[in-house]
């Protein structure tokens, strides 16, 4: 949940470069907004209907990222958007994302491809997902290959139509 903005600037210096980035996000947006959908069963709710939603595009080299930062971002967001009325959905909510982060960076290694989790708490649903991808420097004029990831981390209230719909493990209240 951080992004290397020196990656972003030698990018940025290029409009070819720009508009590959631009393209890039697109692709891996649109695939996370599948992976929700796959995960929950759901289409991911809008920004008025979600307690949070973090749609964002993050660019690492592959010494960067730290489960630790990661859990320390979504901690920060969760905090501000659910407050300290709800403690147990915003522990759920970190152990979800903890679970998500030690899938891509846990190792030490970031790993290629579509990771996702979720859960209800109290009636509360939290689903991550991320998508990653491997950029090489050759293809993108940088110092050396780093990752970029589309990542959603979404907590919502489902109402009792969209309750019928979500998968069987996430239909619990409790």
Not at 86 to 114: D, F, M, N
Not at 140 to 166: M, N
Request: hydrophobic share 40%; aromatic share 4%; net charge negative.
């Amino acid at each position: 949940m951080g992004k290397d903005t020196a990656i972003a600037k030698q990018i940025e210096s290029s409009a070819e470069l720009t508009k590959k980035l631009g393209d890039l996000v697109e692709g891996l947006t649109d695939q996370a907004v599948r992976e929700f959908k796959k995960a929950t069963g759901a289409e991911l709710p809008s920004i008025l209907t979600a307690l949070v939603r973090e749609l964002d595009t993050s660019m690492v080299y592959s010494t960067t990222p730290s489960v630790d930062g990661t859990l320390a971002s979504a901690q920060d967001l969760l905090t501000a958007a659910i407050g300290g009325n709800a403690p147990e959905i915003v522990l759920s909510s970190l152990s979800v994302v903890k679970e998500v982060a030690q899938k891509v960076i846990g190792t030490g290694e970031i790993e290629v491809g579509v990771h996702s989790g979720a859960a209800n708490t109290k009636g509360v649903v939290t689903a991550v997902v991320s998508v990653t991808a491997l950029c090489s420097q050759k293809d993108w004029l940088t110092q050396r290959d780093f990752y970029t990831d589309q990542y959603i981390l979404c907590v919502f209230r489902p109402t009792p139509a969209l309750t019928t719909i979500l998968h069987p493990h996430l239909r619990a209240t409790s």
